[in-house]
C-alpha cells in the first residue's frame, strides 16, 4: 500500500509543479502584453501560444472580463490555478500522507 502512498504523493507533487510553472508564464505573459512586443519573436510567440487557448476559453465563458478594454483573463486564469492548487493538489496530497499512515 506504500508503493501507491508515494505514487499519490509524487503525482501531486509533480501537479503542484507544473501549475506553479503555468502561473510564472501566464505572469510573464500579462507582463509582456503591455509592453508590445515583437510578435515573430520565438519566446513572445510560445508564450502566446500556451496561454492564449486558456485565456481565450476564459474571455468566451466569461464575457466581463474585458472591462474597457482591459483583459483580466490572466487574473481569472492565476485564481483558477490558485483554487486547483489549493483544492486538488492538497486534496491528493493529504490522500497519499493518509494512505503511509503518517
Same mark, same amino acid.
Given at each position: 500500500? *506504500?508503493? @501507491?502512498?508515494? +505514487?499519490?504523493?509524487?503525482? /501531486? ?10 502561473? *510564472? $508564464?501566464? $505572469? &510573464?505573459?500579462? *507582463? +509582456?502584453?503591455? %509592453?508590445? =512586443?515583437? =510578435?515573430?519573436? /520565438? $519566446?513572445?510567440?510560445?508564450?502566446? /501560444?500556451?496561454?492564449? =487557448?486558456? @485565456?481565450?476559453? !476564459?474571455?468566451?465563458? @466569461? =464575457? *466581463? %472580463?474585458? &472591462?474597457?478594454? !482591459?483583459? +483580466?483573463?490572466p !487574473? %481569472?486564469?492565476? &485564481? /483558477?490555478?490558485?483554487? $486547483? ?6 486534496? +491528493?496530497?493529504?490522500l ?7
Open positions: 500500500m *506504500f508503493v @501507491f502512498a508515494n +505514487l499519490v504523493t509524487t503525482v /501531486a507533487g509533480l501537479l503542484s509543479l507544473v501549475i506553479n510553472l503555468y502561473i *510564472f $508564464i501566464v $505572469i &510573464v505573459a500579462a *507582463f +509582456l502584453s503591455w %509592453v508590445k =512586443p515583437d =510578435p515573430y519573436n /520565438a $519566446i513572445v510567440r510560445t508564450l502566446r /501560444a500556451l496561454t492564449e =487557448p486558456v @485565456f481565450y476559453r !476564459i474571455r468566451k465563458t @466569461f =464575457p *466581463f %472580463v474585458m &472591462v474597457n478594454g !482591459i483583459d +483580466l483573463s !487574473i %481569472v486564469a492565476l &485564481v /483558477a490555478l490558485q483554487l $486547483i492548487n489549493g483544492v486538488v493538489v492538497q486534496s +491528493l496530497l493529504q497519499g500522507l493518509r494512505l503511509a499512515g503518517v
